[in-house]
């Protein structure tokens, strides 16, 4: 048995590295891998087929009076349909005035618009002359006390008349000393709306809670919620008794409403 040299009919095989085969019949010593160097013949170079276009197959006959046979196409997947857009969050809408609690329809008519509007708890009750007394500090806080605060802050701001206004979140049903304290969060934002007002000044955490804001408020930190720039302070009985802050809420407020009230 000797090695026997690749023709030509045999290039796929050559070209994947294969150089000789396996003879069963003894061959010439030149076609022998032993033989030595110049004596086996030359190979004529290899030439790749070349490459015939794909042939056609004519469509079938058929016979006369049958009706041809439906052609396949290939499947195409159904379009699928676009995932759902995530749901629009819904855009508030302030309350109507004539569905608001019977408290605010009536301030609304004596209060005076402004860009800015403070608020805290006990304001409706000292817009109608019976403030209850605060204990702040160890200190009571009586609704003169708290009226006093606030001439001095307007004052110290240094804006121009008709830029402040004073609108309750929370309302004593009535005028009476001892009638029960109502809340209206709907009402204290649409009426800022009716007031013009930009920016609130909401001080006490139940105020915050009154008028429906994010839990976890701190004082002197700001949001802008439902279209108004809001600042949070300290609740009232705390401010006017603690003469130490004074300075620090005025600074405040001076940066903050600077945004809303540009000179």
Do not use: K
């Not at 618009?113 to 702040?136: F, I, M, S």
């Not at 209206?184 to 709306?193: D, K, P, T, Y």
């Not at 600042?231 to 620090?248: G, K, P």
Request: glycine share 8%; net charge positive.
């Amino acid at each position: 048995m000797a090695f026997e040299r690749l023709n030509a009919l045999a290039a796929p095989w050559r070209g994947s590295g294969l150089r000789y085969l396996l003879s069963p019949d003894d061959l010439p010593a030149e076609w022998s891998a032993c033989a030595p160097p110049g004596t086996a013949p030359a190979l004529a170079p290899l030439r790749a087929a070349p490459e015939r276009p794909a042939r056609r197959l004519p469509p079938p006959e058929v016979a006369p009076g049958r009706a041809a046979p439906p052609q396949r196409h290939p499947q195409r997947p159904a379009p699928q349909a676009p995932p759902p857009a995530p749901a629009a969050r819904a855009v508030w809408q302030p309350l109507p005035q004539q569905q608001w609690p019977q408290p605010w329809q009536e301030r609304l008519a004596l209060t005076r618009p402004g860009r800015v509007g403070w608020t805290y708890r006990h304001l409706g009750a000292d817009l109608l002359g019976n403030g209850p007394e605060e204990q702040g500090a160890d200190v009571p806080c009586a609704m003169q006390d708290r009226r006093d605060f606030f001439r001095r802050m307007i004052r110290d701001l240094g804006y121009p008349a008709g830029t402040h206004t004073f609108w309750p979140v929370c309302m004593p049903a009535s005028a009476a000393p001892d009638a029960p304290e109502l809340e209206s969060a709907e009402a204290f934002w649409a009426g800022l709306r009716l007031l013009r007002a930009r920016g609130v000044v909401v001080m006490g955490s139940a105020a915050v809670r009154a008028a429906g804001l994010p839990g976890g408020l701190r004082p002197l930190q700001s949001l802008f919620f439902r279209g108004f720039r809001v600042f949070v302070l300290w609740d009232m009985a705390n401010l006017v008794r603690q003469e130490q802050r004074y300075d620090s809420i005025l600074a405040f407020l001076r940066t903050a409403l600077r945004q809303l009230l540009p000179r």
